[in-house]
């Protein structure tokens, strides 16, 4: 998975890293079938995140120095969908029984933090969003 927005912590995933999305608003482009897009959001100058009016699609405008390079439909997923693509079963399950304050297997979870941390997500903020998750 090249890119993906995260629900509900407003965060854009982007060839192997996370980051904050400073909201914003107005013409985001137009869509394939002609809908109108607005922005959702900035990745500091060089992402914008658009979502069209008419389907839904949500699509990533690359920008590098100011000049346009590509745009590209990206998926939506929720956080914990999102920790299911990037994390084993046991690393996942791990966080989730680390969030909840049940005992956990210590080096799944750790293999887990080093993958978030890398990513430039923060344990305590993840944690927070998985209290109260339950495993199936
Ligand atoms: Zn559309």
Request: one cysteine or more; a negative charge; aromatic letters at 14%.
């Amino acid at each position: 998975m090249r890119a993906c927005l995260i629900n509900p912590i407003k965060k854009v995933f982007f060839e192997g890293l996370v980051y904050s999305i400073e909201p914003s608003n107005g013409f985001g482009g137009f869509c394939d079938c002609g809908g109108i897009m607005s922005q959702k959001g900035w990745v500091e100058d060089w992402l914008m995140i658009a979502e069209c009016e008419n389907c839904w699609k949500v699509e990533a405008f690359l920008y590098d120095n100011y000049r346009f390079v590509e745009r590209f439909e990206i998926k939506v997923l929720a956080l914990i969908d999102f920790l299911n693509e990037i994390l084993t079963e046991s690393e996942f399950e791990a966080l989730v029984q680390k969030a909840n304050g049940v005992s956990y297997n210590y080096s799944s979870f750790n293999k887990a933090k080093r993958k978030l941390e890398e990513m430039n997500l923060k344990l305590e903020e993840i944690l927070d969003h998985l209290r109260g998750t339950q495993l199936p």
